[in-house]
């Protein structure tokens, strides 16, 4: 599997802003695809956002329009832009990467950072 690095998680106001980071320590798996899952106390790890290696964008419902997800190929790095922030959006934030050498496919997944939004 690929090893992830989270950064950039931290405490904020309603209404603000934090931009994710998701660094891949290696380049020699091929990733398809590098995405952002969420974690609040009492609920399920869900998804935030994907993106493709062709930059094909998926956004959870309740993100749509507030979250941005890119991805650099060359840096095998992907940005989560997080404005108007909500006191909803608190949880541990996980990178995701789908890779695949071999013929076979792994999904890695870094430690997390913890994203707190205060009311």
């Known amino acids: 599997q690929v090893q992830l690095v989270e950064s950039g998680g931290g405490l904020v106001q309603a209404g603000g802003s934090l931009r994710l980071s998701c660094a891949a320590s290696?380049?020699?798996?091929?990733?398809?695809?590098m995405g952002w899952y969420r974690q609040a106390p009492g609920k399920q790890r869900e998804l935030v956002a994907a993106?493709?290696?062709?930059?094909?964008?998926n956004y959870a419902d309740s993100v749509e329009g507030r979250f941005t997800i890119s991805r650099d190929n060359a840096k095998n790095m992907v940005i989560l832009q997080m404005n108007s922030l909500k006191p909803e959006d608190t949880g541990v934030y996980y990178c995701?990467?789908?890779?695949?050498?071999?013929?076979?496919?792994?999904?890695?997944w870094g430690q997390g950072t913890q994203v707190t939004v205060s009311s």
């Open positions: 995701k990467a789908r890779s695949s050498r071999g013929g076979r496919e792994y999904d890695s």
């Open positions: 993106v493709t290696s062709g930059s094909s964008t």
């Open positions: 290696s380049s020699i798996f091929t990733i398809s695809v």
